[in-house]
């Protein structure tokens, strides 16, 4: 049976001051790294072994992931890292306060940004502070200007049908380290969720999500690691 582990980054300093991150590359808190570490022990102690790893191209998800590793005596396991799995790019919002945004917007409007399935934030501008689009990682990508939740699952199912789902039936363990909405795509994905539904998923830092899979990759069973 395939088993495959999903986790969020740890709290960022982004997730701390309640800015709109996306894209852009944000450090974890010490909070952060101390869930990163938490997880890692919790998965040893729970049995849990992988044989390969996939995170994003931003240091959060990077640095959770090598984290929770050490924390389980694995860091020599393979990674591979890809823009595919980054958090939704939040455009013209990327750097702003959200409390601050919706005061200035009204709470109703950001909650579309946020919450709605298909409708994205503003577009960022070319050369604004947080333009990612000459950070020599994404060298060869055509960077989004901002993207819906609709958009971000177009761009991550690709990359699960391409590397991670071949890993999976070839019977490895897979661990992905990645965001809120890179891993909402995954989980609508593999649970079947509407799109209405699936926005009001909460997926916290720091938590491991375990998925017992069936041969087909079809979801047998989603639970937190730390409700097992």
């Known amino acids: 049976m395939p088993k495959l582990v999903l986790i969020r980054h740890g709290q960022s300093a982004w997730n701390l001051e309640n800015r709109f991150t996306g894209w852009w590359d944000v450090d974890v808190t010490e909070k952060g790294a101390a869930e990163a570490r938490a997880a890692?022990?919790?998965?040893a102690a729970k049995g849990?072994?992988?044989?390969?790893?996939?995170?994003?191209l931003q240091t959060r998800a990077i640095k959770t992931l090598n984290l929770a590793l050490e924390a389980m005596g694995r860091l020599w396991l393979p990674t591979e890292k890809h823009w595919r799995l980054n958090e939704r790019h939040y455009g013209g919002l990327t750097g702003l306060n959200k409390a601050e945004?919706?005061?200035?917007?009204?709470?109703?409007q950001v909650h579309i940004w946020r919450r709605s399935f298909?409708?994205?934030?503003?577009v960022?501008?070319?050369?604004?502070?947080?333009?990612?689009a000459?950070?020599?990682r994404y060298a060869g990508i055509d960077v989004p200007a901002t993207e819906s939740l609709k958009d971000t699952i177009a761009r991550v199912l690709p990359y699960w049908e391409e590397r991670i789902a071949p890993a999976l039936k070839d019977g490895q363990r897979v661990l992905?380290?990645?965001?809120g909405n890179s891993l909402r795509a995954?989980?609508?994905h593999l649970s079947n969720i509407p799109d209405d539904e699936i926005t009001g998923l909460e997926i916290p830092t720091g938590q491991p999500i375990v998925y017992e899979l069936a041969d087909d990759l079809s979801a047998i069973d989603r639970y937190y690691l730390n409700e097992r």
């Open 176 to 179: 992905i380290s990645a965001h």
């Open 186 to 188: 995954l989980v609508k």
């Open 40 to 43: 890692g022990e919790l998965m």
């Open 101 to 108: 945004t919706a005061a200035k917007h009204g709470d109703e």
């Open 134 to 136: 000459n950070d020599r």
């Open 124 to 132: 960022s501008e070319a050369g604004s502070d947080y333009d990612v």
């Open 48 to 56: 849990l072994d992988f044989d390969q790893t996939f995170t994003s």
């Open 118 to 122: 298909d409708i994205p934030p503003p």
